[in-house]
Structures are given as C-alpha cells and as structure tokens.
C-alpha cells in the first residue's frame, strides 16, 4: 500500500439519485480526495440495487487501501453480503458498513481523507450511529 | 507530561457543515486530543458528525482545548478554521 492511498467508500443506494447526492456531499464536506463511487439501481436505471454495479464500483474505488461498502436499506444490504461471499473476486478488504447512510457517508470519508486506515474508517461510519443531530 | 493549550473565539458566523469537515480533518492531523467546547457540551474535533451537532453558531463562543505533543500548534489550525466561518459560509 502507498502512503498516500486512501480507504475507498462505495454507496450503495436503490436510488441512483440517492447514491450520487450522497457521494457528491461527503466529497465536499470530506475535501475531495477520497474515491466516492456511487452504485445506485437496477442496471436499467430503475429502482433497485445491482450486483455488477456494485462490483464496478468496488474495484473504481480501491486504490490500494481497501474499500469500505456503505448500504442504504434491506437488498442493498443482501447484495453486497453475495459479493462479499464469493471469494478472490474482490479487492482486499472490503468491508460492510453497518451506518446510516448520509452520516456514516460523511463520517467515514473525513476518517478516510485524514488517513485511517480501513479499521478506522469503518469505526468512524459506525460511530454515526450514535450521532444526534440536535 | 503532555502539553495542553487553550483558546476560545467567538464565532462571526454559523459552523456550517464543509467547515465542519475541513474542521475534522485539521484536527485529525494531530497527535494531540483536541476538544470543541460550546457552553456545557464539548466534543471530540475530530468527529465531523459531532462537531456539526455542537450547535456552533453565529455569536457562540467556542472553546478549544488540546492535549499533546503538538497540542499548541493544534489549537492555532483549529482557531484559525473557526475564524473563517462567515455569516455566509455554506
């Protein structure tokens, strides 16, 4: 790994609406030198998640430091977990994100621009969890 | 015996959300522990989710405290980042 690679962070939406929204404002609160990539909907542009989207999008985030995969709701979730079951198809690590998704979105691309290694990045989106907002 | 620095500045403008990551990220570029204290609450600053919930707002006064090796030259970055935040800041 270099020194300068960063965590990569893919979003996970059924919306590619959501998903680029997403990673547009995480990339600037996050400053910008983090690889966002957004993998929303079906593969026909619907509603939806998409495996082979997803998996591009892993591999367009990876840049040496592994990749942290933030879902947004239910088969979003289910997806990700039968990629990550097929093994040697994937860069190392990628982990699952267990967050909300605008915050553990911000949270882990300040955590991956300063630095952090996948550990911290994906502890930073987790610890959004608890974040209030008032 | 680490070190430990203090200043406070009043803010000219709300902490919006993009300085509140610039914010983070200074921080997290030290070794030392650097806190955000508005009133009573006080937050790590290097938690981005945690310093946009501090309610830093236009007039607040905010306390920045750091403890550690670089814990001087920590509070001057995060200051100087406060002192950016303008009334029309985004």
Do not use: W
């Not at chain 2, 030392?32 to 946009?52: E, F, N, P």
Request: avoid cysteine; charge should be negative; aromatic fraction near 0%.
């Amino acid at each position: 790994m270099s020194e300068d690679a960063r965590v990569g962070i893919v979003l996970v939406s059924h919306s590619s609406a959501l998903a680029e929204g997403t990673a547009e404002l995480a990339g600037q609160i996050g400053g910008g030198s983090v690889h966002i990539v957004p993998a929303g909907g079906t593969d026909d542009g619907g509603i939806g998640t998409s495996a082979a989207k997803v998996r591009s999008a892993i591999a367009a985030a990876n840049t040496g430091a592994g990749v942290l995969v933030l879902p947004d709701l239910g088969s979003s979730v289910l997806t990700v977990r039968v990629l990550l079951a097929e093994p040697g198809k994937l860069p190392e690590p990628v982990v699952l994100a267990d967050a909300p998704f605008v915050e553990g979105a911000v949270a882990a691309t300040v955590a991956a621009a300063a630095g952090a290694d996948i550990k911290g990045v994906l502890a930073a989106a987790e610890e959004a969890r608890h974040a209030r907002k008032l | 015996m680490p070190e430990s620095s203090e200043a406070a500045i009043t803010l000219a403008g709300d902490l919006h959300a993009r300085p509140a990551g610039s914010l983070a990220l200074a921080a997290a570029g030290f070794a030392s522990a650097v806190q955000l204290a508005v009133g009573g609450t006080s937050v790590d600053a290097k938690s981005v989710l945690s310093v946009m919930g501090l309610g830093a707002t236009t007039g607040k006064q905010v306390v920045v405290r750091a403890t550690g090796p670089d814990a001087s030259e920590a509070v001057a970055a995060i200051i100087g980042i406060l002192a950016r935040a303008t009334p029309v800041g985004g």
